[in-house]
């Protein structure tokens, strides 16, 4: 039998996305590196500074109160929408007309930029002539979002689930799509019960699409910058200043590039481990 020749030409299509690649992620990493281990006075001088800066930015509590917010809000937002996603997608129709209009009615919000997101809720949510805050303090509540932690909180996790829930119910209704009718035909001969259909057939079908979303959503709402500094300008005071917002005030703020760089590179290794984790966890025993 003759040996199967290899062909190593396709690799040069690959190319220009490994170089495109490269100088959109790899070189400017490279840059954050750099500032990491340096201090610098102006006048293009620099002095080597070792860990001196990761060191000083572990230590801060600054740091770990912005990155306990971060947490917390990430928490919130994946077990709201998660759930919400999964149950709208169990309810949205298989077929006819409905179907269609559900689905454009759930990529609407998506499409919206994230920034116009941020003062579309920033307008609806003011106490005094948004819909939202004049509706709930003309129901008896004490709301104003921009003088309350709780009230911004609040808002903050309310404007990312109308903006993202979409994504979960996109995912979720492809992955439920997927399933052959013979599954649910067989479930109705033995009687099974709503919640034995989807314990065992939608959710195992939809097992890899979850992933996806949680993955994408985490992500998402770790990194989220756009929509909270439009929307709070990470206050009242520093309740909703989030790790990117935190980011931002240290490395353009204030200037420090040093200790900026740092943070930068223990968020990303932050999110790559989490990421991981998350991967991890879902995935585990499926090879079995």
């Known amino acids: 039998m003759a040996a199967k020749t290899l062909n190593h030409k396709a690799w040069w299509l690959v190319a220009p996305v490994v170089v495109l690649v490269a100088f959109n992620a790899v ?6 590196v750099n500032y990491s281990v340096q201090e610098t006075f102006g006048n293009n001088e620099f002095f080597f500074e070792g860990v001196r800066w990761f060191e000083q930015v572990m230590q801060s509590e600054r740091f770990r109160d912005a990155l306990g917010r971060q947490l917390l809000f ?39 930029p994230w920034n116009v997101v941020g003062a579309i809720w920033n307008i609806f949510a003011l106490p005094d002539i948004g ?22 909180w609040a808002t903050l996790v309310a404007m990312d689930v109308w903006h993202w829930t979409s994504l979960v119910v996109l995912l979720a209704y492809a992955g439920l799509s997927a399933i052959p009718d013979a599954y649910y ?21 939809m097992k890899h699409v979850l992933l996806i979303a949680v993955l994408l959503r985490f992500m998402d709402s770790f ?10 300008g990470g206050g009242p005071g520093n309740s909703t200043t989030l790790l990117s917002i935190d980011l931002v005030k240290l490395a353009l703020g204030q200037f420090d590039l040093g200790p900026a760089a ?8 932050i999110i790559l481990l989490l990421s991981w984790l998350f991967y991890t966890v879902m995935t585990k025993g499926e090879e079995k």
């Open 131 to 152: 819909l939202l805050g004049r509706a709930l303090n003309g129901m008896g509540f004490d709301y104003n979002y921009t003088r309350q932690p709780f009230d911004a």
């Open 27 to 32: 070189i400017p990493l490279m840059a954050v």
């Open 223 to 232: 990194m989220i910058y756009t929509e909270v500094v439009v929307l709070t």
């Open 262 to 269: 740092a943070m930068s590179l223990i968020y990303f290794l």
């Open 185 to 205: 035909q067989a479930a109705r001969i033995d009687g099974a019960s709503r919640w034995a259909i989807f314990r065992h057939i939608q959710l195992p079908k």
């Open 74 to 112: 990430t928490a919130l937002v994946l077990a709201i929408e998660i759930p919400l996603g999964v149950a709208i997608a169990l309810a949205m129709p298989r077929k006819g007309i409905g179907v269609s209009i559900c689905l454009v009615l759930m990529a609407m919000p998506l499409l919206i």
